[in-house]
């Protein structure tokens, strides 16, 4: 099993994605407002894409649970843009480890009006990076076949896209073993 450090550090740092001044760190348990209005934000091809069906919100238990992630063991991050009302998430993508402890599955979400500007791409390296670090030896992720931007993104990034015969959705895997 990977050693999941008990001391997983992840230092906060503010970038830009385009003009947007943005803050990427990770999520913690008081994020679970601001991911229910993140998903509010989101059309409903984003949630079939990010979701593989339709849903229509976001209850209070289910944001807590996606935020109150144990950090040592999976990852969760954000990105972030201040408003007068306090932070507003733009982005988030984390890996949850698969039982026993040496695969990941990867998911991803970018706000609609801040795609393409390179934000998936440092989610995509920082949590690669972090499950490097941490011993595992694979990331995977589905994906629609219809969602062409972050397919690329994953072939960029050395993952093995495939179909997958039962769904005919797109399954991308990389060896973490491999050096690229």
């Known amino acids: 099993m990977a050693d999941p450090s008990p001391q997983f550090e992840f230092k ?3 970038v830009r994605f385009g003009r947007t001044p943005c803050r990427v760190r990770l999520l913690h348990a008081g994020d679970d407002k601001r991911l229910q209005a993140f998903f509010k934000s989101h ?9 593989g069906f339709q849903i229509s919100e976001m209850s209070t238990e289910r ?3 996606l935020v109150g992630v144990d950090q040592n ?6 990105v972030f843009a201040s408003s007068p009302r306090g932070e507003v998430f733009h982005a988030v993508a984390r890996y949850c480890l ?8 990867v998911a991803f979400v970018v706000r609609e009006t801040m795609r393409g500007r390179g934000i998936a791409t440092a989610l995509l390296r ?23 931007p972050m397919m690329n993104i994953f072939r960029r990034h050395g993952f093995i896209l495939s179909t997958d015969p039962l769904t005919g959705g797109i399954m991308a895997t990389l060896d973490l073993t491999r050096k690229i």
């Not at 059309?43 to 979701?51: D, G, L, M, N, S």
């Not at 063991?73 to 954000?78: L, N, T």
């Not at 941490?134 to 629609?144: E, M």
């Open 63 to 65: 944001a807590s649970e």
């Open 43 to 51: 059309t409903p091809e984003t949630i079939q894409e990010r979701y």
């Open 126 to 148: 920082i949590l690669v990076s972090t499950a490097r670090r941490r011993g595992l030896t694979t990331l995977w992720g589905q994906v629609n076949p219809d969602n062409g």
């Open 12 to 14: 906060p740092f503010s």
């Open 98 to 105: 698969e039982p026993p402890g040496r695969s990941a599955e």
């Open 73 to 78: 063991r999976d990852c969760a991050v954000g």
